[in-house]
């Protein structure tokens, strides 16, 4: 099916414990973002990507990593996950810069 | 900071009547968007504006931009049930990069 998907859409996972959320886009767009939803903060840009091998740090990077070698993929890795990273993730993607951005549907990750 | 600050936090209205939303940003941008997202789901993107646009106007949907003032407007006519969701504008900043930055967003829920 054409669009962005995210895996998995829900996430447990304790503290200290390395998590990866998927994000898949058929489209070949360029720019790929990750943001973080969570109450009272709107949505927060965690990381982008302007193309595959190329990705830079948005407001709230720490903790985080990313890769793109491949177009269509960008995964967002957790590498020690805190409780303070409980949250909604959402991927989306874009294929002009400054242009309409498509999201998925987001994954809710609660780290106990 | 977040860039975008939408104001109301809440807003509820009758069916039929007009919901406006405003959003305020700091820096100079490139453009605005407006998105819509459903409780539980991704965001849907309603419509841009460029900064050398004044007002722009999507079926029932009418945007305006002052970019003296730093500020927009997001006018829903004749609203619907089914307009009830949370509004987000986001701004693409005039400083290099590419970082769409969402603001905490306007509540709206229409009473039927």
């Known amino acids: 099916d054409a669009g962005i998907t995210q895996s998995p859409r829900y996430k447990i996972t304790e503290t200290g414990r390395q998590v990866t959320l998927m994000c898949h886009q058929t489209?070949?767009?360029?720019?790929m973002f990750w943001y973080r939803q969570d109450l009272g903060h709107g949505l927060r840009l965690i990381y982008y990507?302007?193309?595959?091998?190329?990705?830079d740090k948005g407001e709230v990077p720490d903790g985080y990593v990313v890769s793109r070698s491949k177009t269509e993929n960008f995964p967002l890795t957790l590498e020690s996950a805190t409780r303070s990273q409980t949250s909604v993730y959402f991927c989306?993607?874009?294929?002009?810069?400054?242009?309409?951005?498509?999201f998925g549907q987001g994954t809710r990750l609660t780290v106990v | 900071s977040q860039q975008g600050e939408e104001d109301p936090q809440a807003l509820s209205i009758q069916e039929g009547e007009n919901a406006t939303m405003n959003c305020s940003y700091k820096?100079?941008?490139?453009?605005l968007q407006w998105y819509r997202q459903n409780s539980g789901r991704g965001l849907v993107h309603l419509i841009l504006?460029?900064?050398?646009?004044r007002e722009k106007h999507s079926g029932r949907l009418r945007v305006t931009l002052d970019t003296s003032k730093k500020s927009s407007s997001l006018l829903i006519t004749a609203s619907r049930a089914a307009d009830t969701a949370s509004y987000f504008c986001?701004?693409?900043?005039?400083?290099?990069?590419?970082?769409?930055?969402f603001g905490a967003g306007t509540r709206l829920f229409v009473k039927a």
């Open positions: 986001a701004t693409d900043p005039n400083t290099g990069g590419f970082k769409t930055i």
């Open positions: 990507s302007a193309a595959a091998d190329i990705t």
């Open positions: 504006i460029r900064s050398n646009e």
């Open positions: 489209w070949s767009h360029s720019y």
């Open positions: 820096t100079s941008i490139n453009n």
């Open positions: 989306a993607s874009s294929p002009v810069q400054g242009t309409e951005a498509f």
